[in-house]
């Protein structure tokens, strides 16, 4: 590591603290001109670092530029030994994780994150904006699991992991759209999309990448969804980084994942649920059709009366929802 990724670690570990260059010098063993130089381009890197007299450096608290370094911080102790891969840019995480569980570079519990990502993706094929200032981040699960049922929480309790991050966070009233996006209000502000690698021999699942985007701060959203989509924050906020709420989300997601047959997350899966009590639309078998939710199960099926009265339980597919002012989302 060289002597601007050391310093830069120093500094994420003690964000907002003064550090002396004499002190910085010192822990590295070179010159306190060598630690000006590496400050100084590290600055240009756009890092918010005050330089004050008789005081040392300080890395400001709201600097939020996304590195392995900040993530680590963030991540703690109990996570050092995970690999963690933070890029400028990229395709998307999850492809970017699928591609390196097939060359057999993952290991359980990586987390892989970049600052934007060109060719976003959601489920059904479908795109996901992803501009700069945004949280886009992969977790690979390495777990062999037989249960299918096992398998179709995964996704909950991702959900469940980032509503939780979000209220840790923020007052906002978020609420999980089944299965895989959280809403404000009527608009959508994340979007999860879980990848499986199947062994075809033995027929089971023994990895799954969990892509997350978030929009943190407000974007320029196209015009195609500038009317459903919105962010947490309109401004970069002083009491939290994008770094941090990943972190929170990844020791969200870990620790919901790590006994899938615990589904105690469900309740609250199914507590801050957009759904339950709605009429929604939905397609079977080429067909749209209409019904009511009355439940999420425990595996996380949707429980649908149908017009007819007969009951249905929905395990994939895309719904609407018709909210109480007649509209859907």
């Given amino acids: 590591m060289?002597?601007?990724?050391?310093?830069?670690?120093?500094?994420?570990?003690?964000?907002?603290?003064?550090?002396?260059?004499?002190?910085?010098?010192?822990?590295?063993?070179?010159?306190?001109?060598?630690?000006?130089?590496?400050?100084?381009?590290?600055?240009?890197?756009?890092?918010?670092?005050?330089?004050?007299?008789?005081?040392?450096?300080?890395?400001?608290?709201?600097?939020?530029?996304?590195?392995?370094?900040?993530?680590?911080?963030?991540?703690?102790?109990?996570?050092?030994?995970?690999?963690?891969?933070?890029?400028?840019?990229?395709?998307?995480?999850?492809?970017?994780?699928?591609?390196?569980?097939?060359?057999?570079?993952?290991?359980?519990?990586?987390?892989?994150?970049?600052d934007e990502q060109s060719q976003g993706r959601g489920r059904m094929g479908k795109s996901f904006f992803s501009p700069k200032s945004g949280i886009y981040m992969s977790v690979c699960l390495c777990k062999s699991i037989e249960n299918l049922s096992d398998v179709m929480v995964i996704t909950p309790a991702a959900a469940v992991a980032v509503r939780r991050s979000i209220a840790k966070f923020t007052?906002?009233?978020?609420?999980?759209?089944?299965?895989?996006d959280i809403y404000i209000g009527k608009k959508k502000v994340c979007g999860i999309l879980t990848q499986a690698d199947i062994d075809f021999e033995s027929g089971k699942?023994?990895?799954?990448?969990?892509?997350?985007?978030?929009?943190?701060?407000?974007?320029?959203?196209?015009?195609?969804?500038?009317?459903?989509?919105?962010?947490?924050?309109?401004?970069?906020?002083?009491?939290?980084?994008?770094s941090q709420m990943i972190a929170e989300i990844y020791s969200q997601l870990m620790a919901l994942t790590e006994d899938l047959k615990d589904r105690s997350f469900m309740q609250e899966y199914k507590q801050y649920s957009l759904v339950v009590g709605k009429d929604i639309t939905y397609t079977l078998s080429g067909q749209e059709k209409i019904g009511k939710v009355i439940d999420i199960d425990n595996d996380g099926g949707l429980v649908v009366i149908e017009e007819d009265g007969s009951q249905r339980k929905l395990t994939c597919g895309e719904i609407s929802i018709r909210s109480k002012d007649n509209d859907w989302i």
């Fill in 171 to 180: 007052d906002l009233d978020a609420k999980i759209k089944w299965v895989n």
């Fill in 205 to 242: 699942a023994g990895s799954f990448i969990v892509g997350i985007g978030v929009n943190f701060i407000n974007q320029d959203f196209p015009d195609d969804i500038k009317d459903k989509a919105c962010s947490l924050f309109e401004y970069q906020p002083d009491h939290v980084t994008r």
């Fill in 2 to 114: 060289n002597l601007k990724r050391r310093i830069l670690q120093v500094f994420e570990s003690h964000r907002g603290e003064a550090l002396s260059g004499q002190q910085l010098a010192d822990e590295m063993q070179v010159s306190r001109n060598s630690v000006w130089k590496a400050v100084k381009a590290l600055q240009g890197e756009g890092y918010k670092i005050l330089a004050t007299t008789n005081k040392g450096y300080v890395l400001e608290k709201n600097n939020d530029i996304i590195s392995e370094e900040s993530l680590r911080a963030d991540l703690g102790e109990r996570f050092k030994d995970i690999d963690v891969i933070a890029l400028k840019s990229t395709s998307s995480t999850n492809a970017e994780a699928m591609t390196r569980l097939m060359n057999g570079k993952i290991t359980h519990g990586t987390l892989i994150v970049a």
